[in-house]
Structures are given as structure tokens and as C-alpha cells.
């Protein structure tokens, strides 16, 4: 098994560039780190409720 090399890496970004399109593609990363960020941000929300009232 194992990591995977670079071959492998060449053939997954083909796959996605069929798939999605290039032009496409910077608006599902766009997408994707936004999800990412409100996720985070929920968690730090989460977190500050947790935290004592002193």
C-alpha cells in the first residue's frame, strides 16, 4: 500500500480536471475553503461557550 507517488497525484488531477472542468475547478476550491472556515468557526463558537464565566 503506502503513500501515494507522484504518478498517482498526476492521475487524480486528471481525473478532477475532467471532471469539474479547469474553469470550474477555482470555484470548488473557493466553495471548499469556505465551508472550511465556517466549520472552524463553529468550533471556536462551540469552544467559547464552554469556557466558565469567572
Do not use: T, Y
Request: proline letters at 4%; zero cysteines.
Amino acid at each position: 500500500m503506502g503513500s501515494f507517488s507522484l504518478f498517482h497525484w498526476a492521475i487524480v488531477l486528471l481525473v478532477v480536471l475532467l471532471l469539474f472542468g479547469a474553469g470550474k475547478l477555482p470555484a470548488v476550491m473557493g466553495d471548499f475553503a469556505k465551508g472550511i472556515k465556517s466549520f472552524k468557526a463553529g468550533l471556536k463558537e462551540e469552544d467559547e461557550e464552554r469556557k466558565p464565566i469567572a
